[in-house]
């Protein structure tokens, strides 16, 4: 079973396309800028150019490309947006026209002069085309693919606070890492993640799962990591960061940050306190993440602590016996292998080939 993997974050995009029967260490991958930051590079230069912006598509991550339409506005140039492609910048589409943004409908964006960009955070035809230029045979079985949502939060709530009531309600239903992976029953209010799945415009079993999850399951297929009962899994991603107590896959503990409000010396403070079962949800959130979470009873003594994401390295030296992990000798993507096992977890006939991908990496 074909199974093509793409693991999108705030700075970039990873991509894996796996077929059983070879070494994985063979498959086809690439890492690339984040669809985020391909729109900000576009706006930016509509903004040099003075030009008018006028946006359409899906709704999509914002971060990067949500701040170069702040300087955009700010430049006292004009923007438009359609409605799916506003709520990139928020789902309440009055406080985007508060933002100077004109909404209009889809067809009139298309007879509007300017410079027009596509928002969507999953662009199949692009991926595909770069494998088939290297001869890839780009027919797949399945699609695997990850975006961080903080889900459509009602009017007068928080976005990060909807954000973690939807992780502690997922895990009360299902404590396993693996229930944040869907197939066909992508909640209605997680916008981004339904927009990304209707972007899979092929005919295959196409499955969502939130990116840090995604890094966590991909890091068991680190030998240390996987022989290990008890392991604390932390990802350092760009824009967020996701420390996470599992036993075996079952989570005991989490707790959710923003990255760049955190200094090295406070993510490994976090790491300790959480095992500790000192870490509040409101201490957390309260400096600006999202909070923590307690399934099991703490303290926690992992067997070991593993680290991935791409600002692992500001971490790692103040974390005591932290290992770098390197999934299938790969840390960049570290969240594909785990999109592998959600879609196993999801799509049946997968099972086999992923559990033969867990053996490879602990023969």
């Known amino acids: 079973m074909r199974i093509l993997a793409i693991d999108i974050g705030t700075g970039t995009q990873d991509v894996l396309l796996f077929e059983p029967g ?11 800028p984040s669809p985020t930051r391909v729109a900000e590079q576009r ?35 004009a923007a438009y947006a ?21 909404i209009v409908s889809d067809d009139e964006a298309t007879r ?26 780009t027919r797949v079985d399945g699609i695997a693919v990850g975006v961080l949502d903080h889900g459509a939060a009602p009017p007068g709530v928080s976005d990060r606070v909807f954000r973690f009531e939807h992780i502690a309600r997922t895990l009360a239903a299902d404590p396993d890492v693996r229930a944040f992976a869907y197939l066909a029953d992508v909640p209605a209010y997680l916008t981004r ?18 990116t840090g999850p995604a890094a966590a399951l991909g890091a068991l297929h680190d030998l240390p990591v996987a022989i290990e009962p008890s392991r604390f899994v932390l990802n350092t ?28 010396a406070q993510l490994a403070a976090s790491v300790d306190e959480l095992c ?21 009873t703490p303290p926690f003594a992992p067997g070991i602590v ?27 993507i570290s969240g594909c292998f785990g999109l592998l096992d959600a879609f196993a977890y999801r799509v049946p006939a997968a099972r086999d080939a992923i559990a033969e991908l867990h053996r490879e990496a602990a023969p």
Not at 22 to 32: I, L, R, T, W, Y
Not at 45 to 73: F, I, K, N, S, Y
Not at 243 to 251: A, E, F, H, K, S
Not at 276 to 296: M, R
């Open 22 to 32: 070879g070494p994985v260490e063979n498959s086809p991958k690439f890492v690339v």
């Open 43 to 77: 706006i930016r230069e509509a903004t040099a150019a003075r030009d008018a912006l006028v946006l359409t598509g899906v709704t999509a991550g914002g971060g990067p490309c949500h701040w170069a339409l702040g300087d955009h506005l700010a430049a006292g140039l």
């Open 82 to 102: 359609t409605p799916d492609a506003a709520r990139t910048f928020n789902d309440d589409l009055a406080e985007v026209e508060a933002q100077g943004v004109v």
């Open 112 to 137: 509007l002069d300017g410079t027009h960009v596509t928002m969507r955070d999953l662009d199949l035809a692009t991926i595909f085309a770069a494998l088939a230029a290297f001869g890839v045979d």
């Open 193 to 210: 993640a339904r927009a990304v799945v209707g972007c899979a415009d092929v005919d295959v079993p196409a499955v969502f799962m939130d």
């Open 237 to 264: 991603g760009n824009m967020h960061s996701l420390g996470i107590v599992l036993d075996g896959t079952r989570v005991s503990a989490l707790f959710e940050h923003h990255t760049g409000q955190l200094t090295p």
């Open 276 to 296: 500790a079962g000192t870490l509040t949800a409101a201490a957390v959130f309260e400096s600006s993440g999202h909070g923590a979470l307690y399934l099991d």
């Open 306 to 332: 593993a680290v991935t994401g791409p600002r692992r390295g500001n971490v790692l030296p103040l974390l005591r016996g932290a290992r770098a992990v390197a999934p299938h000798g790969d840390m960049m």
